[in-house]
Protein backbone atom coordinates (compact mmCIF):
# COMPACT_ATOMS: atom_id res chain seq x y z
CA UNK A 1 0.00 0.00 0.00
CA UNK A 2 1.40 3.01 -1.01
CA UNK A 3 -0.22 5.53 1.14
CA UNK A 4 -1.02 5.34 4.83
CA UNK A 5 -3.00 7.04 7.38
CA UNK A 6 -1.69 8.58 9.75
CA UNK A 7 -2.08 12.23 11.40
CA UNK A 8 0.93 14.55 12.32
CA UNK A 9 0.70 15.78 15.75
CA UNK A 10 1.10 20.03 16.20
CA UNK A 11 4.33 18.96 18.15
CA UNK A 12 7.83 19.06 16.45
CA UNK A 13 7.96 17.05 14.12
CA UNK A 14 10.60 14.09 14.14
CA UNK A 15 12.10 14.54 10.78
CA UNK A 16 14.43 11.39 10.90
CA UNK A 17 11.44 9.52 11.86
CA UNK A 18 8.90 11.08 9.36
CA UNK A 19 11.98 9.81 6.71
CA UNK A 20 12.11 6.43 7.71
CA UNK A 21 8.83 5.43 7.86
CA UNK A 22 8.15 6.98 4.57
CA UNK A 23 6.92 4.87 1.79
CA UNK A 24 8.60 4.22 -1.52
CA UNK A 25 6.92 5.53 -4.33
CA UNK A 26 4.45 6.95 -2.18
CA UNK A 27 3.17 10.59 -0.72
CA UNK A 28 4.38 12.14 1.50
CA UNK A 29 2.75 12.88 4.86
CA UNK A 30 1.36 16.24 6.47
CA UNK A 31 4.51 17.02 7.86
CA UNK A 32 6.89 17.21 5.20
CA UNK A 33 4.91 20.70 4.10
CA UNK A 34 3.97 22.32 7.25
CA UNK A 35 6.79 21.60 9.99
CA UNK A 36 9.28 24.11 10.32
CA UNK A 37 11.91 21.16 11.23
CA UNK A 38 11.06 19.36 7.62
CA UNK A 39 11.81 22.71 5.99
CA UNK A 40 15.27 23.27 8.44
CA UNK A 41 16.16 19.65 7.17
CA UNK A 42 15.08 20.43 3.55
CA UNK A 43 17.31 23.19 3.32
CA UNK A 44 20.40 21.44 5.29
CA UNK A 45 20.33 18.55 3.12
CA UNK A 46 18.56 19.49 -0.04
CA UNK A 47 19.07 22.67 -1.04
CA UNK A 48 23.22 23.68 1.12
CA UNK A 49 23.71 20.26 -0.53
CA UNK A 50 22.57 20.38 -4.16
CA UNK A 51 23.64 22.45 -7.02
CA UNK A 52 21.43 25.09 -8.06
CA UNK A 53 20.36 26.92 -10.39
CA UNK A 54 20.66 30.81 -9.55
CA UNK A 55 20.46 32.46 -13.03
CA UNK A 56 21.53 33.63 -16.25
CA UNK A 57 24.81 34.32 -17.35
CA UNK A 58 23.50 37.03 -19.81
CA UNK A 59 22.00 38.56 -16.68
CA UNK A 60 25.02 40.15 -16.12
CA UNK A 61 26.55 40.72 -19.36
CA UNK A 62 29.70 43.28 -18.53
CA UNK A 63 32.39 43.18 -16.13
CA UNK A 64 31.17 44.50 -13.12
CA UNK A 65 27.80 43.33 -13.60
CA UNK A 66 26.10 41.21 -10.66
CA UNK A 67 23.36 40.13 -8.83
CA UNK A 68 22.78 38.64 -5.00
CA UNK A 69 20.53 35.31 -3.94
CA UNK A 70 19.32 34.76 -0.97
CA UNK A 71 18.60 31.40 -0.19
CA UNK A 72 18.10 30.12 3.78
CA UNK A 73 20.68 31.77 6.12
CA UNK A 74 23.19 31.78 2.62
CA UNK A 75 23.53 34.96 0.10
CA UNK A 76 25.53 35.09 -2.51
CA UNK A 77 27.35 37.74 -4.82
CA UNK A 78 27.43 36.61 -8.48
CA UNK A 79 29.32 38.82 -10.10
CA UNK A 80 31.83 38.92 -13.36
CA UNK A 81 35.07 40.11 -13.38
CA UNK A 82 37.45 41.87 -15.25
CA UNK A 83 38.51 38.97 -17.64
CA UNK A 84 34.80 38.30 -17.90
CA UNK A 85 34.33 34.75 -15.82
CA UNK A 86 31.40 34.54 -13.49
CA UNK A 87 32.24 34.01 -10.01
CA UNK A 88 30.33 33.51 -6.86
CA UNK A 89 30.83 34.39 -3.13
CA UNK A 90 29.47 34.57 -0.17
CA UNK A 91 27.73 37.97 0.58
CA UNK A 92 29.57 39.04 3.44
CA UNK A 93 32.20 41.03 4.53
CA UNK A 94 35.73 39.34 5.95
CA UNK A 95 36.32 41.50 9.04
CA UNK A 96 32.85 41.78 11.12
CA UNK A 97 30.70 39.79 8.43
CA UNK A 98 28.62 42.57 7.10
CA UNK A 99 26.52 41.79 3.85
CA UNK A 100 28.24 43.54 0.97
CA UNK A 101 25.90 43.88 -2.08
CA UNK A 102 22.38 45.34 -0.62
CA UNK A 103 21.05 45.11 -4.03
CA UNK A 104 19.59 42.27 -6.34
CA UNK A 105 21.23 43.46 -9.45
CA UNK A 106 24.11 46.08 -9.72
CA UNK A 107 26.91 46.95 -11.00
CA UNK A 108 29.86 48.30 -9.29
CA UNK A 109 33.82 48.50 -10.06
CA UNK A 110 34.87 47.19 -7.01
CA UNK A 111 32.60 45.21 -4.16
CA UNK A 112 32.79 47.93 -0.88
CA UNK A 113 31.58 47.00 2.24
CA UNK A 114 29.47 49.51 3.60
CA UNK A 115 29.70 49.29 7.29
CA UNK A 116 34.15 50.44 7.21
CA UNK A 117 35.12 50.08 3.46
CA UNK A 118 36.56 47.03 3.23
CA UNK A 119 37.00 46.85 -0.70
CA UNK A 120 37.59 43.81 -2.97
CA UNK A 121 38.16 43.50 -6.41
CA UNK A 122 35.63 41.50 -8.66
CA UNK A 123 37.08 38.45 -8.35
CA UNK A 124 36.91 38.55 -4.34
CA UNK A 125 40.39 39.87 -3.34
CA UNK A 126 40.52 42.09 -0.78
CA UNK A 127 42.24 45.45 -1.57
CA UNK A 128 42.28 47.25 1.52
CA UNK A 129 45.59 46.88 3.69
CA UNK A 130 44.94 44.97 6.83
CA UNK A 131 48.70 43.74 7.67
CA UNK A 132 49.34 46.68 10.18
CA UNK A 133 46.28 47.20 11.67
CA UNK A 134 45.28 44.42 12.13
CA UNK A 135 48.22 41.77 11.76
CA UNK A 136 46.12 39.55 9.18
CA UNK A 137 47.56 40.12 5.29
CA UNK A 138 44.74 40.94 2.72
CA UNK A 139 45.69 37.64 0.78
CA UNK A 140 44.13 35.94 3.59
CA UNK A 141 40.64 38.00 4.10
CA UNK A 142 39.70 37.71 0.38
CA UNK A 143 35.82 37.00 -0.74
CA UNK A 144 34.84 33.38 0.47
CA UNK A 145 33.70 31.80 -2.94
CA UNK A 146 31.19 29.75 -3.81
CA UNK A 147 31.21 26.78 -6.20
CA UNK A 148 29.76 27.78 -9.60
CA UNK A 149 29.05 26.11 -13.24
CA UNK A 150 28.69 28.30 -15.90
CA UNK A 151 26.87 25.57 -18.30
CA UNK A 152 26.23 27.22 -21.54
CA UNK A 153 25.07 30.04 -20.07
CA UNK A 154 23.14 28.47 -16.97
CA UNK A 155 24.90 29.64 -14.00
CA UNK A 156 24.58 26.62 -11.20
CA UNK A 157 25.92 27.08 -7.42
CA UNK A 158 26.49 24.78 -4.63
CA UNK A 159 26.97 25.91 -0.76
CA UNK A 160 28.21 22.45 0.04
CA UNK A 161 32.40 22.70 1.58
CA UNK A 162 32.27 19.36 -1.04
CA UNK A 163 30.01 19.68 -3.86
CA UNK A 164 29.20 16.60 -5.34
CA UNK A 165 30.48 15.67 -8.78
CA UNK A 166 28.25 17.86 -11.63
CA UNK A 167 30.18 16.58 -14.46
CA UNK A 168 27.65 14.34 -16.15
CA UNK A 169 25.25 17.51 -16.20
CA UNK A 170 27.67 19.87 -17.64
CA UNK A 171 28.18 17.56 -20.43
CA UNK A 172 24.95 17.04 -21.36
CA UNK A 173 23.05 20.05 -20.87
CA UNK A 174 26.16 21.96 -22.50
CA UNK A 175 25.90 20.97 -26.07
CA UNK A 176 21.79 20.73 -26.08
CA UNK A 177 21.76 23.80 -25.13
CA UNK A 178 24.53 25.37 -26.60
CA UNK A 179 22.94 26.13 -30.07
CA UNK A 180 20.51 28.58 -27.93
CA UNK A 181 23.32 30.36 -27.48
CA UNK A 182 22.03 31.61 -24.04
CA UNK A 183 24.93 33.50 -23.03
CA UNK A 184 24.18 35.84 -25.99
CA UNK A 185 20.71 36.41 -25.00
CA UNK A 186 18.86 38.93 -22.94
CA UNK A 187 16.56 38.76 -20.21
CA UNK A 188 13.47 40.18 -21.47
CA UNK A 189 10.97 40.12 -18.47
CA UNK A 190 11.14 38.37 -15.22
CA UNK A 191 8.79 38.06 -12.41
CA UNK A 192 8.50 37.01 -8.84
CA UNK A 193 5.78 35.04 -8.07
CA UNK A 194 4.97 34.39 -4.54
CA UNK A 195 3.36 31.23 -3.96
CA UNK A 196 1.59 30.35 -0.21
CA UNK A 197 2.74 26.45 -1.04
CA UNK A 198 5.65 24.18 0.27
CA UNK A 199 8.70 24.19 -2.25
CA UNK A 200 7.94 20.84 -3.10
CA UNK A 201 4.62 21.12 -3.53
CA UNK A 202 5.48 23.36 -6.47
CA UNK A 203 8.22 20.49 -7.88
CA UNK A 204 5.62 17.93 -7.77
CA UNK A 205 2.85 19.80 -9.60
CA UNK A 206 5.89 20.31 -12.74
CA UNK A 207 6.54 16.98 -12.61
CA UNK A 208 3.24 15.52 -14.05
CA UNK A 209 0.49 16.96 -16.24
CA UNK A 210 -2.42 14.98 -15.25
CA UNK A 211 -3.76 18.47 -14.09
CA UNK A 212 -2.98 19.98 -17.53
CA UNK A 213 -6.41 19.28 -19.23
CA UNK A 214 -8.36 21.09 -17.00
CA UNK A 215 -6.16 23.98 -16.08
CA UNK A 216 -3.72 24.42 -18.59
CA UNK A 217 -5.58 25.43 -22.64
CA UNK A 218 -2.67 27.66 -23.76
CA UNK A 219 0.12 24.90 -22.64
CA UNK A 220 -2.11 21.83 -23.94
CA UNK A 221 -2.42 24.12 -27.48
CA UNK A 222 1.30 23.83 -27.78
CA UNK A 223 2.82 20.79 -26.89
CA UNK A 224 1.94 16.73 -26.70
CA UNK A 225 1.77 16.38 -22.89
CA UNK A 226 -1.73 15.49 -23.01
CA UNK A 227 -1.88 13.24 -25.39
CA UNK A 228 0.57 12.19 -24.02
CA UNK A 229 -0.38 10.89 -20.99
CA UNK A 230 -3.58 9.88 -23.03
CA UNK A 231 -1.83 7.67 -24.68
CA UNK A 232 -0.23 5.75 -22.15
CA UNK A 233 -4.11 4.14 -22.17
CA UNK A 234 -4.73 3.69 -25.89
CA UNK A 235 -1.86 1.98 -27.85
CA UNK A 236 -2.89 3.66 -31.24
CA UNK A 237 -2.42 7.11 -30.01
CA UNK A 238 1.03 6.08 -28.89
CA UNK A 239 1.78 4.65 -32.08
CA UNK A 240 1.02 7.89 -33.59
CA UNK A 241 2.97 9.90 -30.69
CA UNK A 242 6.21 7.87 -31.42
CA UNK A 243 5.84 8.86 -35.41
CA UNK A 244 5.27 12.21 -34.57
CA UNK A 245 8.91 12.00 -32.46
CA UNK A 246 10.81 9.87 -34.87
CA UNK A 247 9.78 12.25 -37.48
CA UNK A 248 10.51 15.16 -35.23
CA UNK A 249 13.73 13.55 -34.01
CA UNK A 250 15.04 13.30 -37.58
CA UNK A 251 14.79 16.76 -38.41
CA UNK A 252 16.45 17.68 -35.36
CA UNK A 253 19.12 15.70 -35.73
CA UNK A 254 19.53 17.05 -39.20
CA UNK A 255 19.65 20.66 -38.40
CA UNK A 256 22.39 19.74 -35.56
CA UNK A 257 20.50 19.74 -33.06
CA UNK A 258 20.76 16.95 -30.23
CA UNK A 259 17.49 15.15 -29.44
CA UNK A 260 16.35 12.87 -26.99
CA UNK A 261 15.60 11.25 -23.55
CA UNK A 262 19.05 12.31 -21.46
CA UNK A 263 18.27 12.55 -17.80
CA UNK A 264 20.81 11.30 -14.87
CA UNK A 265 20.63 10.49 -11.04
CA UNK A 266 23.85 12.22 -9.46
CA UNK A 267 24.76 12.09 -5.87
CA UNK A 268 22.89 15.37 -5.17
CA UNK A 269 21.55 16.11 -8.18
CA UNK A 270 18.72 15.20 -10.41
CA UNK A 271 18.88 16.66 -14.10
CA UNK A 272 16.86 16.32 -17.29
CA UNK A 273 17.51 17.45 -20.84
CA UNK A 274 15.63 16.73 -23.96
CA UNK A 275 13.83 18.38 -26.72
CA UNK A 276 10.51 17.53 -27.62
CA UNK A 277 7.92 18.47 -30.91
CA UNK A 278 6.05 20.83 -30.36
CA UNK A 279 2.15 20.82 -32.24
CA UNK A 280 1.87 20.76 -35.93
CA UNK A 281 1.41 24.66 -36.45
CA UNK A 282 3.40 25.56 -33.31
CA UNK A 283 7.11 27.14 -33.79
CA UNK A 284 7.15 28.21 -30.36
CA UNK A 285 5.25 28.25 -27.36
CA UNK A 286 3.15 31.27 -28.15
CA UNK A 287 -0.86 31.62 -27.67
CA UNK A 288 -1.06 31.21 -31.75
CA UNK A 289 1.98 29.42 -32.38
CA UNK A 290 3.80 31.46 -34.45
CA UNK A 291 6.80 33.25 -33.22
CA UNK A 292 7.18 36.24 -30.93
CA UNK A 293 10.64 37.02 -31.42
CA UNK A 294 13.63 36.86 -33.56
CA UNK A 295 15.66 33.39 -33.75
CA UNK A 296 17.78 32.66 -30.94
CA UNK A 297 21.61 32.52 -30.84
CA UNK A 298 22.68 30.02 -33.43
CA UNK A 299 19.35 28.06 -33.67
CA UNK A 300 18.90 27.15 -37.49
CA UNK A 301 15.74 27.81 -38.13
CA UNK A 302 11.82 28.44 -36.79
CA UNK A 303 10.37 24.70 -35.03
CA UNK A 304 13.23 23.37 -33.04
CA UNK A 305 10.95 22.13 -31.05
CA UNK A 306 11.22 22.78 -27.09
CA UNK A 307 14.43 21.48 -25.03
CA UNK A 308 13.42 21.50 -21.61
CA UNK A 309 16.26 21.60 -18.69
CA UNK A 310 15.28 20.15 -15.35
CA UNK A 311 17.48 20.02 -12.49
CA UNK A 312 15.93 19.21 -8.73
CA UNK A 313 15.15 20.78 -6.80
CA UNK A 314 15.21 24.59 -8.07
CA UNK A 315 15.23 24.62 -11.82
CA UNK A 316 13.44 23.98 -15.04
CA UNK A 317 13.83 25.82 -18.24
CA UNK A 318 11.63 25.81 -21.62
CA UNK A 319 13.77 26.69 -24.44
CA UNK A 320 12.05 27.72 -27.85
CA UNK A 321 13.50 28.62 -31.41
CA UNK A 322 12.76 31.92 -30.54
CA UNK A 323 12.65 32.15 -26.48
CA UNK A 324 13.21 30.75 -23.24
CA UNK A 325 11.37 30.24 -19.79
CA UNK A 326 12.75 29.56 -16.75
CA UNK A 327 12.02 28.79 -13.51
CA UNK A 328 14.06 29.45 -10.42
CA UNK A 329 12.91 28.48 -7.29
CA UNK A 330 13.50 29.88 -3.71
CA UNK A 331 12.17 28.61 -0.98
CA UNK A 332 11.07 30.97 1.82
CA UNK A 333 9.57 28.88 4.70
CA UNK A 334 6.94 25.72 4.88
CA UNK A 335 4.43 27.08 3.41
CA UNK A 336 5.86 29.95 1.21
CA UNK A 337 8.01 29.55 -2.19
CA UNK A 338 9.43 32.33 -4.16
CA UNK A 339 9.63 31.60 -7.73
CA UNK A 340 11.15 33.92 -10.39
CA UNK A 341 10.13 33.33 -13.83
CA UNK A 342 12.60 34.33 -16.50
CA UNK A 343 11.65 35.12 -20.15
CA UNK A 344 15.27 35.30 -22.62
CA UNK A 345 15.03 36.30 -25.73
CA UNK A 346 18.05 37.17 -28.38
CA UNK A 347 20.51 39.75 -27.25
CA UNK A 348 19.73 41.67 -30.36
CA UNK A 349 16.04 41.68 -30.17
CA UNK A 350 14.79 45.15 -29.56
CA UNK A 351 11.45 45.33 -26.99
CA UNK A 352 8.49 47.20 -29.68
CA UNK A 353 10.24 46.15 -32.93
CA UNK A 354 11.18 42.42 -32.35
CA UNK A 355 9.29 41.73 -29.70
CA UNK A 356 6.31 42.54 -27.22
CA UNK A 357 6.01 41.40 -24.26
CA UNK A 358 1.85 40.67 -24.46
CA UNK A 359 3.12 38.34 -26.94
CA UNK A 360 5.75 36.79 -25.87
CA UNK A 361 4.61 36.32 -21.88
CA UNK A 362 0.77 34.89 -21.49
CA UNK A 363 1.49 31.07 -22.19
CA UNK A 364 3.98 30.56 -19.54
CA UNK A 365 2.60 33.28 -17.18
CA UNK A 366 -0.83 31.99 -17.25
CA UNK A 367 0.29 28.47 -17.11
CA UNK A 368 2.47 29.67 -14.16
CA UNK A 369 -0.70 31.72 -12.68
CA UNK A 370 -2.69 28.21 -13.25
CA UNK A 371 -0.04 26.50 -11.25
CA UNK A 372 0.26 28.37 -8.53
CA UNK A 373 -3.34 28.37 -7.82
CA UNK A 374 -3.54 24.80 -7.55
CA UNK A 375 -0.30 24.19 -5.39
CA UNK A 376 -1.83 26.94 -3.06
CA UNK A 377 -5.22 25.03 -2.85
CA UNK A 378 -2.97 21.63 -1.88
CA UNK A 379 -0.63 23.45 0.34
CA UNK A 380 -4.12 24.42 2.10
CA UNK A 381 -5.40 21.20 2.27
CA UNK A 382 -2.62 19.58 3.24
CA UNK A 383 -2.26 21.98 6.14
CA UNK A 384 -5.20 20.06 7.78
CA UNK A 385 -4.72 17.93 10.94
CA UNK A 386 -6.87 15.65 9.07
CA UNK A 387 -5.37 15.25 5.79
CA UNK A 388 -4.30 11.81 5.02
CA UNK A 389 -2.80 11.42 1.64
CA UNK A 390 -4.01 9.76 -1.27
CA UNK A 391 -2.55 7.12 -3.92
CA UNK A 392 -0.12 8.47 -6.97
CA UNK A 393 -1.48 7.40 -10.33
CA UNK A 394 1.33 4.82 -11.37
CA UNK A 395 1.07 6.30 -14.81
CA UNK A 396 0.15 9.64 -14.83
CA UNK A 397 1.93 10.48 -11.74
CA UNK A 398 4.87 8.36 -11.39
CA UNK A 399 7.59 11.28 -12.13
CA UNK A 400 6.03 12.77 -9.14
CA UNK A 401 6.61 9.27 -7.18
CA UNK A 402 9.98 9.82 -8.82
CA UNK A 403 10.90 13.35 -7.98
CA UNK A 404 9.99 12.08 -3.87
CA UNK A 405 11.73 9.12 -4.18
CA UNK A 406 14.79 11.60 -5.13
CA UNK A 407 13.99 13.74 -2.33
CA UNK A 408 14.08 11.22 0.58
CA UNK A 409 17.19 9.40 -0.57
CA UNK A 410 18.56 12.77 -0.44
CA UNK A 411 17.18 13.20 3.38
CA UNK A 412 18.18 10.18 4.09
CA UNK A 413 22.42 10.86 3.14
S1 LIG B 1 32.32 44.79 8.43
FE1 LIG B 1 32.97 45.15 6.44
S2 LIG B 1 34.42 46.65 6.61
FE2 LIG B 1 33.88 46.25 8.65
FE1 LIG C 1 0.80 22.83 -14.49
Not at 60 to 76: A, L
Not at 304 to 312: E, I, N, Q
Not at 391 to 408: I, Q, T
Request: contains cysteine; hydrophobic residues 35%; aromatic residues 10%.
Amino acid sequence: MNYVSTRAGQGGADVPGLVQRHNRGGPLERAFYTAPEVFEADLRHIFYRSWLFAGHACSIPQSGDYFTWRVGSEMIIVVRGKDGEIRAFHNFCRHRGTRICNDEHGHARKLVCPYHRWTYDLDGKLITATQREFEVDRSELGLLPVALHNVAGLIFVNFADDPPDFSDAIETIAPQMAPHALEKCKVAHSVDYVVKANWKIIFENNRECYHCPSHHDEYNAATYDVMRDRALFEPKLQAELDAITADANARFRALGLSEGNVSSEMSGAYFRCHRTPLMKGYVTQSLDGSPVAPLMGDVPEMDTGTLRTTLFPNFWQHTNCDHAVAARITPISADETRIRGIWLVDGKAEEGRDYTLDKLLPVWDQTNRQDWAICEGQQIGVSSRHYVPGPFSKYRERNVAHFLDWYLAEMQR
